[in-house]
């Protein structure tokens, strides 16, 4: 199993045990991108080593074909020296160095090339992650919209329920009947207490006001010929009414006179 995928099975693993018993999602998102992160720093790891592999394999064939070149120089100067059999053993021996310098650069190749791979890999990898952490923000602010819309709901429900509203109806009409209550006893102390013939009295001096007041409002209307034949008859009317009222006042005020009901 290769290192991503090694990586990969253990995010999906994290993942999964995380969001079977999240609950709090903001910090369960945030978890993950924590660990995201540490499996991203192993990952680099791998891949510095990797890239460590691919330039030792790179120095060690550029080693061997300096070698063979080396070989080849002396089997060049045995000759100059006519010395043939130390040039056909420098010759061996740069062909071996030669061979050696071309297997490890073709394995360099093939690693160079799983090396580009595993770089892109970790690119790629990384570019998840800084899209995962922006969108961090936009499913936390999706859950508690989810979340308030779970609160109104429940609160909506409890709402609906009859028995609060009941109750409330109820202590109104209690409330209201009490009111009435009191009403009544405060009539029936008016009715019943005190002295009545003084708010007899009271009554027709009332009654007084209001034709006079009613008079005013019949010479006003007089004055702007809103009165038709029968205003004055009207008039006179209120007019003898107060007079009455009048007379009556007098009669109380006189000394010695009282009034018996």
Not at 6 to 30: G, V
Not at 97 to 118: D, I, M, V
């Amino acid at each position: 199993m290769g290192i991503f995928d090694r990586l990969s099975a253990l995010f999906s693993s994290n993942i999964n045990d995380l969001i079977s018993r999240a609950e709090d999602p903001e910090k369960m998102l945030t978890q993950i991108l924590v660990d995201m992160r540490g499996q991203l720093v192993k990952a680099k790891q791998q891949v510095a080593l990797a890239i460590a592999d691919e330039k030792r394999l790179r120095d060690q064939a550029d080693t061997e074909f300096k070698q063979a070149a080396d070989w080849e120089q002396k089997a060049m100067l045995a000759l100059q020296s006519d010395r043939e059999d130390l040039a056909k053993q420098a010759l061996v021996r740069q062909s071996e160095h030669l061979s050696h310098g071309q297997q490890l650069e073709a394995t360099w190749e093939t690693h160079r090339l799983e090396t580009e791979k595993l770089k892109n890999t970790l690119r790629d990898l990384n570019d998840k992650i800084e899209e995962a952490k922006r969108k961090k923000n936009l499913l936390v602010a999706r859950q508690r919209r989810a979340q308030a819309q779970q609160r109104i709901a429940e609160t909506m429900s409890s709402l609906s329920e009859k028995s609060a509203f009941e109750a409330f109806a109820r202590m109104e009409e209690r409330i209201e009947n009490n009111e009435r209550q009191i009403k009544a006893s405060a009539e029936i102390d008016d009715e019943f207490s005190g002295d009545t013939l003084q708010r007899d009295f009271k009554a027709l001096q009332k009654g007084a006001v209001s034709l006079s007041v009613d008079n005013q409002l019949l010479a006003l209307k007089q004055k702007m010929g809103m009165l038709g034949a029968g205003g004055t008859t009207t008039n006179k009317a209120l007019g003898s009414g107060q007079r009455e009222a009048e007379d009556v006042h007098a009669e109380i005020e006189r000394p010695g006179s009282e009034k018996k009901r």
